[in-house]
């Protein structure tokens, strides 16, 4: 079947213009996780939904950050007013189970390169 | 506040020898640990995961190993191949569901 999917594969942008980046997760995958990852660097988690709970923002480093999860399904995050430090690649990822004992895989899409000029 | 470190620089082995990555967590116990292989542009893709309970695990030429008193867990690729050339990563779960804390990951490159 199909996996994550992730769009636009590239976004090149003003500093200071609003961005979206889009995330579809596996079918059926109740989970769906928001990353970071900078040139060199490891990934920073950023916001993770689970079903119909309020979502874990914890990991969104300001508040031009925010997401949206449609329908259990398609997320999309937006970053408004970008600045070059936003510049990183932003990855998506969906797991089916919710029981951190069961230490379940995530699946990750391609992931979005983000440059802010 | 936690922390999973992977050695930074590159590892350089030659085709056919056993590449060994490192991983180090401090200020945590988590209940297991998972590898994941990134290759360039490309999102990371599980690899193995290895419970607290398990001194280690095995898939194919890799192994993982889990020294919770070391706080460590070592990635073992046996018979490596140029193809295994790419970014291994570790990760950790936080909190009460899956939220991984990764490694910056450590690159491997298999010379032939």
């Known amino acids: 079947g199909a996996g994550v999917s992730q769009s636009p594969s590239n976004k090149v942008t003003e500093k200071g213009k609003d961005v979206e980046l889009r995330c579809d997760p596996i079918?059926?995958?109740?989970?769906l996780y928001w990353y970071r990852q900078s040139l060199g660097q490891g990934l920073e988690f950023l916001i993770y939904?689970?079903?119909?709970?309020?979502?874990?923002k914890s990991g969104l480093p300001s508040d031009r950050f925010s997401a949206e999860r449609t329908g259990g399904s398609v997320s999309t995050l937006t970053i408004q007013r970008t600045q070059q430090e936003d510049s990183a690649v932003y990855l998506c990822?969906?797991?089916?189970?919710?029981?951190?004992?069961?230490?379940?895989?995530?699946?990750f899409g391609p992931g979005t390169r983000l440059t802010v000029l | 506040s936690q922390k999973i470190e992977q050695n930074s620089e590159a590892l350089n082995i030659q085709e056919g020898k056993t590449a060994t990555l490192t991983c180090n967590y401090t200020?945590?116990?988590?209940?297991?640990l998972q590898w994941y292989r990134q290759d360039p542009g490309r999102g990371p893709v599980f690899l193995l995961l290895?419970?607290?309970?398990?001194k280690e695990k095995r898939k194919e030429r890799l192994k993982v190993t889990f020294d919770t008193t070391l706080k460590q867990s070592l990635f073992h690729i046996t018979a490596s191949q140029p193809a295994d050339s790419a970014t291994y990563l570790c990760?950790?779960?936080?909190?009460?569901?899956?939220?991984?804390?990764f490694g910056a990951g450590t690159r491997l490159a298999v010379h032939p």
């Open positions: 990760a950790y779960i936080s909190g009460g569901y899956n939220k991984l804390i």
């Open positions: 939904f689970q079903g119909n709970s309020a979502p874990d």
């Open positions: 200020n945590y116990s988590p209940a297991y």
């Open positions: 990822a969906s797991t089916t189970g919710t029981s951190s004992l069961a230490g379940n895989e995530q699946f």
């Open positions: 290895i419970r607290e309970n398990e």
């Open positions: 079918s059926g995958h109740t989970a």
